[in-house]
């Protein structure tokens, strides 16, 4: 096969020749999910700090119809998982794996469960909706595919996710 001009052959495919293929790790901040409240529904409220569950994250965006919440001292214990604008988050189990969407101002201050993992980026390098893409791309679904563990059960680990081979365009104003 012949490459055009101005493109390379990378592990990724055939990309832009000024594009890098990276490792998502070096380019976060945060790779983690969270952990569902002992007493699981029973502790969920009517109002409070949104509590996100694997099926608050759809293909891109995020599904808020049927959201949980959780009480303050609740959030208060888990503020490791506290979500903050712009965070990409990405469904690691189940038979909704590999669905990812952005943290929105409906959201931020908000908390997800052990299902979802929050992957911050640092904006100044990758920019959290590029990511997203990459991540919904064919390229993105073909690599969650091939870290498929646990037989019956379908999951991610955060070491798999932060080895994710991306290609990076250059600029924030490229990847924008």
């Known amino acids: 096969m012949v490459i055009k001009a101005g493109y390379k052959r990378t592990e990724v495919g055939i990309i832009p020749e000024d594009w890098d293929v990276v490792c998502l790790g070096e380019y976060t901040t945060k790779v983690g999910s969270g952990i569902t409240p002992t007493g699981g529904e029973k502790v969920y409220k009517d109002a409070g700090r949104p509590f996100l569950r694997s099926q ?12 949980a919440f959780i009480d303050e ?7 490791a998982t506290e979500l903050a604008l712009h965070d990409v988050l990405l469904n690691i189990t189940g038979a909704s ?19 979802v993992c929050i992957i911050r980026t640092k904006q100044n390098f990758l920019f959290p909706r590029f990511l997203n893409f ?3 791309s064919n390229l993105g679904q073909k690599q969650i595919e091939s870290f498929q563990a646990g037989g019956n059960r379908q999951g991610l680990n955060f070491g798999q996710i932060r080895s994710f081979q991306i290609a990076l365009p250059p600029t924030i104003a490229e990847q924008t």
């Open 56 to 67: 608050n994250v759809g293909w891109g965006h995020l599904i808020l119809e049927e959201v």
């Open 134 to 136: 990459t991540l919904l």
């Open 97 to 115: 794996i590999g669905r990812s969407a952005i943290a929105d101002e409906r959201v931020v201050a908000g908390n997800v469960n052990q299902h």
């Open 73 to 79: 001292d609740t959030h208060k214990s888990f503020n």
